[in-house]
Structure formats: C-alpha cells, structure tokens
C-alpha cells in the first residue's frame, strides 16, 4: 500500500474523531477515555482544534483500518490471483437498484447483439420471460425487417423490456396497479405481453414507411432543384443568401470604422463575452474552410456558393445605392457565355458545364459560336499542366494561344493542382498567383496591351486570392512596392515622375477587386491608397495620355472610397487642374492651383478645345483604356473629342463628389476654387450642350449642399480623482507567523509549512504501519511456535504411551 | 606664347629669379622713377639695373595677373601660386621705405591685382578660389582680400552696366570663403613674416575685421544680384553672415528686399530677419504678416517643406504673440491643409495642435461649448492681415473634414481636437522630413494581427461590376 494512501486514510481518521468529537464522546462520556491537553495560556481569537482528544478510540479506530487494510494485503502478499466483482454498478450506491437493472439489461443486450446480428439478419432480439424464451411462449407469423435499427431499439427497451423482464429485479414502477395484480394469473398476462409486442411492432412499420417516403420526397425535390437551379442563374429567393451576405457586410462596417483596430491594440486576444458577440473569428474559420480545407465536398460547395454569390450580386448593386438596373447585369453576362463557366472553376462537376452552356447560350448566335470554339481549342490542349515554376514558365505556356486557351490553360494548372489532391500543391498556387499577377502585368505594358485576356484572369486571380489570403496579399504589395520605389527613384533623380505605364493602374485595380478597400486599416489597401495619392500629387500631367491616366485613377480612387465615403485632398486639387486645363488661360487667371498642376506654361490649356466643328461632332462616350497606354498620333478632330470625354469624366467625377463630401463641414472651404472656376468656365459657352449642363447641374448641387457650421467642442474629459490613500490590508493567514513578506512568499512558506507537518504525519503513520505489522508477525509466530509445542507435546504423548504400552507388554512376558 | 608646357616653365622661371631677386634685396626700393628718365639719367649702374629689375618684376606681376585668366588650371594655379609666393617676400622685404617705426607695409598693388584676377567678370573661377581659400587662414591675407574686394566690386559694377552672373558669382564664392574667427586669436597668424608685432596695426584686431566684412558685404549686397545668388547668400546669412557683422541691423535693407522676392527667399529672408528682431532687438511690424502671406497650397508641395515648417515652428513658438495671430495662422494652416497630400497632413495637424496648446486662448477653435450657430465661416480666407480675418471667431472644421481623410494615421491624427489636447507638445521635427514613399513602407511593413480580410463580392472583370464608377467611364476596347 502506497504512503499516499496511507496518508489519506490518516487524514480521515485523524479528521473524523474532531468531527465526531461534539456527538459520540458526550455519547458515551467514559471520563477515563477523555484526554484533555492542557493550555498555558488563553489567547484571545485562536482557535483550539485539540484542547481534547480520544485516545483510545482513534487508537482503536487506526487498528481496525488497519486490519482492514494493511493486514488483508500482507495476508494476500504471496497471491497472484484476485477476486473481481465485475458486476455492473455493484458497488455504485448512487445508483438505484432498479437503475442497476435497467442497465445490466442493455449491457446484456448489447453484447448479445453484437455477438449474432452481424451474420442473423432475420433475427431480432431474443426476447425472454422469467428466463424462458418468448419465442417459445407465442408463435407470430410477420417478419421482422431487418433494418430497424438502434433508435427502435431505444424505444423498445425503454417502455417494453423493462416490461418484458418485470421479473428480472427491479420491478415495473410505471406499470399500473391492476397489472400488479394480473401477475397472479399467467395466462392474461400472456395475453398482454403478446398485445404490447404486436403493437410495438406495427409502429415500428408504420415509421419505417414514413420515412421512406420522406427520402423519396426529398430525393425528388432535389432534382427538381437541380434542374432550376441551372435555369435561374441569377434569380435565386434573396432571403437565402441575405444573411450569408450580410454578415460579411457588417465585418466589412466595423473595419471601415476602424474601432477593432483601436479595441484589439488595447486588449489583444483576450477571450471574453466579446468575442462571441462580434463572431468574427466565426467568420475567418469560415473563410478558410471554403476554400481548402478538405477535399472533394468542400470544393463542390464552395464552387456552388460562388454561383449564388454571384447570382445575388446585381441585388447586392442594387442595396448599395448603384444606379444599375437589370439591364446592366444582363450585359454582364452577355460578352460571351464564359463569365460564368469561370465561376464554376472551382467545381468540379465537369458535366454540367456543356449541358450549361447549352441552356445559355440559344438566342446569341455569334457568342455561342465563339463559345465553342473556345471549346474546341480547349480539347486541343493537354489536360493536365504542371504548375509553372517560374514566371517565364507561365509566359511560355500562355504566349501565343488565344484569349481562350489561355483562360483553359489557367484553369486547368489550377484544377490539377488542387491542393486537395497533392501535398505540395497548396505552395505551386501561391506561386502561381504571383506569376499570373506579373503576366497580367506584361499584357497591360504590351503594346496594344490585351485588355480582354487581363479582364478574364482578373477572376482567376480572384479565386485564387480567396484561396490564399496571405500569399497574395504579399504577391500584391510587392508589386506596389515595385511601382512606388521606381516612381521614388524617379523623383529622387529628376525632381519629379511621370504617371507609370498602364500596368501600375491595373495592379491597383486589381487590388481594389481583390480585397476589401473600405477597411478602416488594411494591409494591403492602405498602401495602395498612398501610392494613388503619389500618381496624382507627384506626377505633372503632361500629355492627353497623362489626363486620361489621371482620370482613371481619379475613378478607382472613388471606387476605394465608395463605401467608407472618406475625404480626398489629392483628388479634389486634380480635378481642379482637369477644369483649370480645359479654361483658357485669360479665364482662369487667379485661381489657386497645387502642385502638379502649374498656372502658366505649354500644358496648361491642354484640354481646350478651339475649334468649333469638333466641338459640335463630339457625343459623349466612355474613355478607353487603350489610350492611357499609347496614343498614337490620333487626327485633331480625335483628340479634340478624347479631350471633352476626358472633361465630361472630370465633371462627371466632380458631380459625383459633391454629394458624397457634402456632409463635410468644410464643404464650401474644400469646393471654394472648383465653383469659382465652374462659373469661369461656364460663362464662355464653348462648350457642347452636354458639358455645359452637367457643369450647371454640379453647380447647383453644390449649392444645394447647406452648411453646417457648429462650433466645436471637445468631449469631456473625465475629471481625474483625487489620490487617495487607502490603507494597506495584509492578509493574516497564521497567527506568530511572520507577516511582512510578499503574498508569495507568504504562501510559499505556509505551502513548506504543511508539507512539513504532512510529512511528519506520513512518518509517523508509516512507522505505525511497521509497528502493527512486527505485531502481527510476532503474533504470527507465537501462534506458530504455540502450535508446534502443541504438536510435539502430542507426539510425546503418543510415543510415551505406546512406550509404556510396549513396556506393558514386555513386562506382561517377563512376567509369564 | 600658347605652349602650356612652355608657358608653365616661364612662370616657374619668373618666380624663382624674382623670388631670389627680392630676396637678395636688388629691386628698387621706393617710388619708382620711370624708365626712361632713369635710364637716360646719370646716376649710377647699379640704381640702374634695380630700377630696371624693378620694371620687370612690376610687368611680370602684371602678366601673371593676366594669367590668371587662362583657360588651363594648371597655368592659373601655377600663377596664383607665383603671385602669392611675391606677396609673402615682397611683405618681407618692402618696396616702399617705412615712413616712421612700425610702419605696417603690405603689397597692397600686388595683391589687388590677384584678387582682381581672381574676380574674373568672365569666367568662373571657383576651382581657383578653392585654392586661394587657403590664404585666407592668415589674418592680414584675409584682411587685405576683404578690401581688394569692395574695391574690385566698385571697379567692376562702375565699368560695366550690366554684370555678368559669373563675376558675382565669383564674388559669392570668395565671399563666403570668409570667415572671421569667433574670438581674438591670441597669437595672430601672418602670411607675411613678420619679425615683431605692434599693437597699432590694424590687421591685428578683430574689431577691424569685422568692420571690413561688414563693408564688404554690404558693398556686395547693395547690387541686384541674380536670384540664385540671392538663394546662396540667404542660406549662409543667418549662420555665416549675421553673427560676424560689426552691425548686423545693417542687413535689414537687402533681407526686406529678398522679403517681397517670394517663395523660398521670403522665408529664408525671413529666418534672418527673425535673428535680427531676435537677438538684435529690431522691429520689424510687418514680419508676421508677410509669413502669413507666405502660406498658400503651394507650401505643402514644394521642395523646402521641412524647413518652412521648422522655421515656422521657431517664429511661432513664443508664446507672447496675439491670440488673434495664432489663430488667424491655425486657421490658414488647416484651410491649406484641406489640399495637402498625407505626408504634409502627418506633420501639419500635430502642428496646428501645437499651437492650439501653446496659446490657451486659441482653443476657442475647437472648443466652444455654448457658441452660436453659424451660417458660414466667419475666416476671411482672402484677407492679407491676420489680424483683420477674424479667425478667432471660427472653429476648425477643416480638421473635423480631415477626420474623414482616406488615410488611416491622418485621420487619427485629426481626432485629436476630439479630446481635450494634452499638455505636452508633439514633437514635429521627426514629422518634417516625412515623405510618402515613408509613409508607404511604413504601411507596407505594419502587420495585422488578423488575417487580410478579403473582397466577398466576387470579380467579374477588369473594370468591375457595371455600376461602378471605373465601368461608367472606361472602356477596354
């Protein structure tokens, strides 16, 4: 028996006699068993735990523990084998016995089971009564199926078993009376265990066909689904997919606040209440199960959340206040019928691509046509890539093949290398976004840059962004890091930079597709915002190129600020020069300009327009990307209309700015010079009926915008307390301790303190164990020695009396 | 003749038979006869042929004068070093006689010519003056080019009407080569070897030097020089010019003439004039107005950000000016900041809150508990006097816009006035120098402690969904 044991056991009998002590010693006040310790002195507030003790019965009670205990193993010491009562819950006296019985019998029933009903199809449990089998007792004809299963059998047992062996130990208490009383009788007992079976057995029937039918039911429903499903692209019910997209709105508006940047500084990763409230960790477990973490089923689902993701996503134009209409989403869709066979990279349903298409594409000859011949070129190429492990790996594989074997060539590398399927392939991804990102990035500096080729990976690049958040938001600032170093080496040598090549515009763009640009703080975003900022305050506009540049990353500023609706200096001071640059220079003497802008010099009537023939040819158009790269020397006529597009576009994005900064309370302050030089501008009507409405209309609705002017205040701060001297509370845990160390310390010593005494107290047990056992050793002996002198004695006696018996005998001769 | 070789050989010739010559004490002492009248004068050989040497050395002087205008630096340095190498034994050994004991004796002549040599109005001659700098470690050296100075600068502006850039340029250069030491040497430093010194002279006091700086540079500055020049000489004044002037207040003529040039020289002109009304008790009214003139939406892009603000932190940082006048400087600095990019606005807010804490009575600005509501702004951004554009009556909403700033450290930045301002300042000198490539990396490298939050609305192509602003206004094809 181990000491730990040993100490235990003490522990309990040195407790129970000062438990015990108020009770049983009054109980049987034997004045000589009572053993009073003597105090020297009183001290007030201590608590005297052994002022009188017992002696003789915690004596007497150590020694039976003992017996008990330490006596019964020395007895047993030679012994190998030991007795186990396996008995279930035998010795649990928390258990009722009934509850014993109940659970002897589904132990029993089990192991059963198990044992036949693998191979015995047909046969269902044994059921018995007062040991004999039921099966004996009563003949029924139906069979039972096999399939009822262990949820049956839980009904079963809990109503009819307990029944069924009523006689087995604990008897019904559920059962009524009357039964009680049938018990008497054997036959309409009989009678009754038959009825309960036939009726269990008829229920069993009856849910078993429910359910069948229920399966049937939504097999069917199923189908049905399927089959719409493919028909309403995108007219799935909105009330399905609202709180999958709400959610991420809401993340989308905490971050664009920016309070759990200031909330998780403070506390970081404290798990509280708080937590569970926001759900946002919720969201980023969910994020990455969509994407890769197991295999097949998860792809197929992620692949399907995408399409009613995309479904919704004109509703979702529609919620955030976009002018779009329905006929916008079908244009979406029309260019060519592989918008959505993209969508559907990830799934891996390949059948249902063709049988897709098909459905889609009657009523638009050209496109479908184009459509398959996609298709064909596609069976053309090899079905499987091996992810590129370089850049000019990819180059090669790409290069030359049309847009569509290119769009085949992406993704099929990304379906053979499905992370899913090999080990390494999760790293070749991330790589193969980087790669994808620089390509992208060549095709816009190519000249004429292949737009179309760079619009269809965008989704790639997408998806594989939605993969691997972390790779590619690196592959992506290192692209930006690589724009905005040239751009700084630029203005370090030359004082100032030139506007990058269309490449630099896409990355951004790009990065305004991939990841959320209304955070409050992104890692990726914020960066990108800066680099914007430098394009439009570093780079002096010099050519027609340079103002349509200009005007775009104008646009996908706006774009990164849609939701968040922040403020742009840079952005209201290079409209100004796209306005200041399209006055003659007479009109807007006067007005304030900044930085790249310059009031006088060869650029600064680059937008005006003289001749009154171009003036009255021009129709508004949207501004092609295509310039920004490369205009090659277009006739006058054409650079007189790209210059009124490219002011239509400013006055479009100044029209678009008033309302979203009109909350500003600097409003006036921040359009003071851009109003001043739109009333310049208007009053030389040059300009084409068009023009010279949105400009009035800007106006106005600048106008419109009322002011706002309330003092500030600050908030209030708290009032700081006064400093207040609380006394210093000390902890007394042992009185004559010392008191004055740390609460360490303190616990420290009194932790060496116990285990000291506890160890004394082991000791001392231990040392009594040894005492108890030399006892019953010498006892032992004593009794074997007794037993032995015992036994010589009787030998004696024996040989004595068959001596003197043969000495009888001798002398009874001599005698005759 | 137009060997260089042969050219270099003659001066070293020159030097070394005039230098031995001088040496020897065979050149005509005093004021010089002519040559002819000695020559068919009767006195004796030997007065002859000293008064001939004496013609030589005094033409060979002149020609070395002539070549320090030669296109070859080797032929210049040879004969700067010719020159100078006269000077020093020509101060040894005087060509005048000492009118009475003590006489300070220096080749004024000779030494004329050099620096008019050097002053070239043609060609600039700074690699030369680089060379000459080194003479000017001697006290009377530096004395006597400071006089030959103001007088080649007369000569120069008398004969020509319109100065070439590079003669003041050349001037600038020698100029600023000047300097004076801080204290009276205790033991002065002659080119010239001197056997005793006297206390009369002039060369050896500082006061004396410092008078002819003085006159030397106001000789200079009272021309129009080139704007470049003006940009030069206002970089050094503060640190170079001003504290070395006998009468610095002198200075204040050409600081306001550099004052209404505008841009940079304003503001350079102004931190001079700032050490004058500083530390030299000049009053100068107008000079806070002019810096308010200075700010426009210009400040913020231009090359000498980080000192305009420096400088405007220091003129700013009593805390004896007007209420009035901060505020009016509070309120332009945010109106201009309304147009700055995030790198000036990163430095320019905590600059507004300096001031706001620094004058109590400007926190009127951003907080005015029971104020009226007004309809506009009270600011009068056009008005040119602080004093007149009752800043005080406005608040700051121009930083309440900037709370909405795209930019998530500038729009933190502007929350400040949200709270009451703390009392300590921020300290603005690690912000001056602040560039957006900074600001950029700086981005680049902090890290979320979440991971990149990603777009849930899904691509569908380059330009974006059909209602956004890039697919309104662009087109691939």
């Not at chain 1, 150590?62 to 819950?89: C, H, I, P």
């Not at chain 2, 106001?218 to 070395?244: E, G, M, N, R, W």
Request: glycine share 6%.
């Amino acid at each position: 028996m181990g000491k730990a044991k040993k100490v235990g056991a003490r522990r309990k009998t040195s407790g129970a006699p000062a438990g015990a002590r108020g009770g049983p010693a009054k109980a049987n006040s034997n004045p000589f068993e009572v053993k009073v310790n003597r105090q020297k002195f009183q001290i007030l507030g201590r608590k005297t735990r052994h002022d009188v003790g017992l002696p003789g019965v915690s004596r007497a009670r150590a020694l039976r523990k003992r017996t008990q205990t330490l006596l019964k193993e020395y007895k047993e010491r030679d012994k190998s084998n030991v007795f186990r009562d396996k008995r279930f819950g035998e010795y649990n006296s928390s258990m009722s016995p009934e509850e014993k019985m109940m659970k002897r019998f589904a132990l029993e029933q089990q192991r059963h089971h198990e044992k036949k009903s693998i191979y015995n199809l047909n046969e269902d449990e044994e059921l018995t009564h007062y040991g004999q089998s039921l099966a004996d007792i009563e003949k029924h004809n139906d069979i039972v199926d096999s399939d009822s299963d262990a949820e049956d059998r839980g009904a079963l047992s809990a109503e009819l078993t307990a029944a069924h062996f009523g006689g087995g130990g604990g008897l019904l208490h559920e059962k009524t009376q009357q039964e009680d009383e049938e018990q008497g009788k054997a036959k309409s007992r009989k009678e009754l265990i038959e009825e309960l079976i036939a009726k269990s057995k008829q229920e069993k029937r009856e849910r078993q066909a429910q359910r069948e039918d229920a399966l049937e039911l939504t097999e069917k429903l199923d189908q049905d689904w399927k089959e719409i499903q493919t028909l309403l692209s995108h007219k799935t019910p909105k009330s399905e997919n609202r709180d999958k997209k709400e959610k991420p709105k809401a993340e989308r508006l905490r971050r664009m606040l920016g309070k759990d940047e200031d909330e998780n500084v403070k506390k970081p990763k404290h798990i509280s209440a708080d937590d569970l409230n926001d759900g946002f960790v919720l969201d980023k477990d969910d994020r990455r199960l969509l994407s890769y973490k197991d295999g097949k089923m998860n792809v197929e689902e992620d692949g399907q959340e995408e399409q009613s993701k995309e479904a919704s996503d004109p509703e979702s134009n529609e919620e955030e206040g976009d002018s779009s209409g329905r006929e916008d989403t079908e244009e979406s869709d029309s260019p060519d019928s592989h918008s959505d066979l993209e969508s559907n990279v990830e799934s891996e349903e390949e059948n249902e691509k063709p049988a897709k298409e098909q459905r889609q594409t009657p009523g638009r000859g050209p496109t479908s046509g184009k459509g398959r011949a996609g298709k064909a070129a596609g069976d053309e190429l090899p079905y499987t890539f091996a992810a590129p492990e370089s850049y000019e790996e990819l180059r090669s594989l790409l290069l030359g093949r049309s847009m569509e074997e290119q769009l085949l060539v992406v993704e099929r590398i990304q379906k053979c290398n499905h992370p899913s399927l090999a080990e390494g392939n999760k790293a070749k991804l991330e790589k193969l976004f980087g790669f994808l990102l620089e390509y992208v990035g060549d095709l816009a500096t190519d000249d004429p840059p292949d737009l179309r080729v760079i619009d269809k990976l965008v989704v790639h690049l997408y998806n594989l962004c939605q993969m691997f958040p972390e790779s590619a938001s690196d592959a992506v600032k290192f692209v930006l890091r690589d724009a905005m170093h040239e751009m700084e080496e630029m203005i370090e040598t030359k004082g100032r930079a030139t506007l990058p090549g269309l490449d630099v515009l896409i990355y951004l763009k790009i990065t305004r597709l991939l990841f959320p640009t209304s955070d409050f703080w992104h890692p990726v975003v914020t960066p990108a915002l800066v680099c914007l900022s430098q394009l439009l305050t570093k780079c002096p506009v010099l050519s027609l190129q340079d103002v349509v540049k200009g005007l775009f990353v104008c646009c996908l500023f706006l774009e990164y600020v849609a939701l968040s609706q922040r403020f742009i200096p840079e952005l209201i001071n290079f409209l100004l020069g796209i306005l200041y640059i399209a006055t003659p220079n007479k009109a807007s003497q006067g007005s304030t300009l900044v930085h790249p802008f310059r009031a006088l010099g060869k650029n600064s009537e680059l937008l005006v327009v003289s001749d009154r023939e171009d003036v009255a040819t021009w129709q508004q158009s949207s501004l092609s990307l295509r310039w920004a790269s490369g205009l090659r020397a277009p006739t006058s006529t054409e650079a007189n209309h790209i210059r009124l597009s490219c002011l239509a576009v400013g006055l479009a994005l100044l029209k678009h700015c008033v309302p979203m900064y009109g909350s500003l309370p600097s409003f006036h302050a921040i359009m003071g010079p851009l109003r001043a030089l739109l009333t310049d501008h208007l009053a030389d009507c040059s300009h084409p009926q068009e023009l010279q409405e949105l400009c009035q209309s800007t106006l106005t609705e600048m106008e419109s915008q009322k002011q706002l002017c309330r003092p500030l205040t600050c908030e209030k701060s708290k009032p700081v307390p006064l400093k207040l001297f609380t006394p210093r509370l000390v902890k007394v845990l042992e009185f004559g301790r010392k008191q004055g160390s740390s609460k360490e310390e303190q616990e420290r010593k009194r932790l060496i303190h116990k285990h000291k005494r506890e160890f004394k107290g082991a000791v001392r047990e231990i040392r009594k164990d040894n005492q108890f056992l030399a006892r019953m050793q010498l006892s032992e002996i004593m009794e074997r020695d007794a037993e032995r002198k015992r036994k010589v004695k009787q030998l004696f006696n024996s040989l004595a009396t068959q001596e003197g018996e043969w000495k009888a005998l001798k002398r009874k001769k001599f005698k005759k | 003749s137009e060997d260089q070789e042969e050219i270099q050989e003659a001066v070293r010739t020159c030097s070394r038979l005039f230098g031995a010559l001088l040496e020897r004490g065979e050149l005509f002492v005093g004021q010089l006869p002519s040559e002819e009248m000695v020559m068919t004068g009767s006195r004796g050989a030997a007065r002859k042929y000293k008064v001939w040497m004496r013609h030589r050395y005094h033409s060979c002087g002149n020609r070395l004068g002539e070549l320090l205008g030669h296109p070859s630096f080797q032929v210049k340095e040879l004969a700067l070093s010719a020159l100078m190498k006269f000077v020093q034994l020509e101060g040894a050994h005087p060509l005048e006689k000492s009118k009475w004991e003590g006489n300070y004796l220096f080749p004024r002549e000779l030494f004329k010519l050099v620096v008019g040599g050097l002053l070239s109005p043609e060609e600039d001659q700074s690699l030369l003056l680089s060379q000459f700098r080194e003479y000017l470690d001697y006290d009377d050296t530096r004395y006597h080019t400071m006089q030959a100075a103001v007088e080649a600068v007369a000569r120069v502006t008398g004969q020509h009407p319109e100065v070439p850039p590079a003669f003041w340029n050349n001037t600038f250069t020698l100029l600023s080569a000047v300097s004076l030491p801080r204290q009276e040497p205790t033991v002065s430093s002659f080119y010239v070897k001197r056997t005793e010194l006297w206390d009369t002279w002039k060369v050896a006091h500082l006061k004396e030097h410092r008078k002819a700086f003085q006159t030397m540079w106001l000789s200079f500055l009272k021309h129009k020089l080139p704007l470049s020049l003006y940009k030069k000489v206002l970089l050094i004044t503060h640190d170079a010019i001003l504290p070395q002037l006998a009468q610095p207040t002198l200075m204040i003529d050409f600081l306001t003439r550099a004052c209404d040039l505008g841009g940079a020289l304003s503001l350079l002109a102004l931190n001079g004039l700032f050490i004058l009304i500083h530390k030299h008790n000049l009053e100068y009214p107008d000079f806070y107005r002019k810096l308010y003139g200075l700010l426009d939406p210009s400040v913020f892009h231009v090359k000498y950000r980080a000192r305009f603000f420096h400088l405007a932190d220091l003129f700013l940082s009593s805390s004896h000016l007007p209420a009035y006048l901060v505020a009016a400087f509070a309120k332009r600095l945010a109106r201009l900041a309304l147009t700055a990019p995030p790198e000036a606005l990163l430095m320019v807010l905590p600059f507004i809150c300096n001031l706001l804490r620094r004058h109590p009575a400007c926190r009127v600005l951003v907080h005015r508990p029971h104020g009226p509501e007004l309809d506009a702004d009270p600011y009068d951004p056009g008005e040119k006097d602080p004093a007149q554009s009752r800043a005080l009556e406005s608040s700051l909403w121009e930083l309440q816009a900037l709370q909405r700033h795209y930019h998530p450290e500038v729009s933190k930045a502007a929350s400040v006035i949200n709270q009451a301002l703390s009392v300590p300042e921020v300290s603005i000198a690690p912000l001056l120098e602040l560039t957006a490539y900074e600001i950029f990396e700086r981005d680049l490298k902090k890290k979320g402690s979440e991971p990149v939050p990603l777009e849930f609305i899904p691509a569908q192509g380059l330009l974006g969904r059909p209602g956004e602003l890039c697919a309104q206004h662009f087109t691939l094809s």
